[in-house]
């Protein structure tokens, strides 16, 4: 497997400074959240590092993927925002050499959630959502929340994402809807 310093230079490579420097940020504030939440900090430094990976990639190379690696077809109804973590996670896998299924499954449901979630996918889901330079009404509730408990912190970031694509007009992907019945009626 890559090292950290090799995998840097490989996220370096792939993205534009800003989405770069947010990565950083994300994997600081994923090692905070493992540490709180006894999740393994080396799965998380990796999961965080590679989890924006894809973003950067033209929409020609993640449907090739889909068809490639027989992926639910229905994932060609969305677009880069569902594509470059769910669809993300292969060419980290193919390109970084990433194995561990904890951790391509953090990254597949890092935008979305889903319905059952490791405490390393909670991590990398919230450190996304929160980490310092996230500036959005709500985000100080969501670190209030998910520095209290961790599920928190899921629920809060869930029922705000829908409420945001809702209030927008904008698809929701069945995902999505999957980890709001899972996660926020039943703590509510
Ligand atoms: O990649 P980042 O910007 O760091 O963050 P992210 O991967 O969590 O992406 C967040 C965006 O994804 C945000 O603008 C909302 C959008 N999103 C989340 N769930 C859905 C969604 N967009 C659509 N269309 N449908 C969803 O279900
Ligand atoms: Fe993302
Ligand atoms: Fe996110
Ligand atoms: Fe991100």
Same mark, same amino acid.
């Given at each position: 497997?890559?090292?950290?310093?090799?995998?840097?230079?490989?996220?370096?490579?792939?993205?534009?400074?800003?989405? &770069?420097?947010?990565?950083?940020?994300?994997?600081?504030?994923?090692?905070?959240?493992?540490?709180?939440?006894?999740?393994?900090?080396?799965?998380?430094?990796?999961?965080?590092?590679?989890?924006?990976?894809?973003?950067?990639?033209?929409?020609?190379? &993640?449907?090739?993927?889909?068809?490639?690696?027989?992926?639910?077809?229905e994932l060609l109804n969305y677009g880069n925002a569902i594509w470059h973590g769910v669809v993300g996670a292969e060419l980290v896998k193919a390109e970084l050499g990433v194995q561990n299924e904890d951790i391509l499954n953090s990254i597949r449901q890092h935008t979305t959630g889903a319905a059952f979630m490791t405490p390393l996918a909670q991590v990398i889901y919230m450190a996304d959502y929160i980490e310092p330079g996230r500036d959005f009404p709500g985000v100080e509730r969501a670190r209030e929340l998910t520095k209290k408990n961790l599920v928190f912190g899921v629920a809060y970031q869930t029922q705000q994402t829908l409420m945001y694509l809702t209030q927008k007009g904008k698809p929701v992907y069945p995902k999505t809807l999957a980890t709001y019945n899972a996660w926020v009626p039943p703590y509510r």
């Open positions: 497997p890559l090292s950290r310093p090799e995998l840097v230079e490989r996220l370096k490579a792939a993205l534009k400074p800003a989405r &770069f420097e947010h990565v950083l940020r994300v994997e600081q504030t994923a090692l905070t959240l493992a540490k709180a939440n006894h999740v393994d900090l080396e799965a998380a430094s990796v999961a965080a590092l590679c989890h924006d990976y894809a973003k950067q990639r033209p929409d020609e190379d &993640f449907v090739r993927v889909i068809k490639a690696n027989h992926l639910a077809p």
